[in-house]
Nanobody, 125 residues
Framework: DVQLVESGGGSVQPGGRLTLSCVAS????????MGWFRQGPGKEREAFAT???????KYADFVEGRFTISRDNAKNTLYLQMTSLQPEDTATYYC????????????????????WGQGTQVTVS
């Protein structure tokens, strides 16, 4: 099985920024589509950013322009740069890898993701 380990969460003030990392236990080049999800208090987990092996990114509207997903295949690491953080961004953030290949690499297809990290908490207040 693939193991994904997130880090970089913490507490920030509104308008602040954080960068999350996710290290994969196997070569990330073989994890062709990876993504970031989050689950806020009392909310369902939602996908908001994906990146394929060629570096093509897609975002949900609510993070477009504020968050940037990237990957370093040589380091087996996925990143999420978050800027202009707001209290509504408070959530547990998860990285994930796609396991079902009948879906495009996009936050529109969260059902395609089957490997998950344990999550890292981000609090904006």
């Amino acid at each position: 099985d693939v193991q994904l380990v997130e880090s970089g969460g913490g507490s920030v003030q509104p308008g602040g920024r954080l960068t999350l990392s996710c290290v994969a236990s196997q070569r990330s080049i073989t994890l062709d589509c990876m993504g970031w999800f989050r689950q806020g208090p009392g909310k369902e987990r939602e996908a908001f950013a994906t990146i394929d092996r060629d570096g093509i990114t897609k975002y949900a509207d609510f993070v477009e322009g504020r968050f940037t997903i990237s990957r370093d295949n040589a380091k087996n690491t996925l990143y999420l740069q978050m800027t202009s953080l707001q209290p509504e961004d408070t959530a547990t953030y998860y990285c994930a890898a796609r396991t079902k290949f009948g879906y495009s690499c996009s936050p529109r297809y969260p059902m395609a993701f089957g490997y998950w990290g344990q999550g890292t908490q981000v609090t904006v207040s």
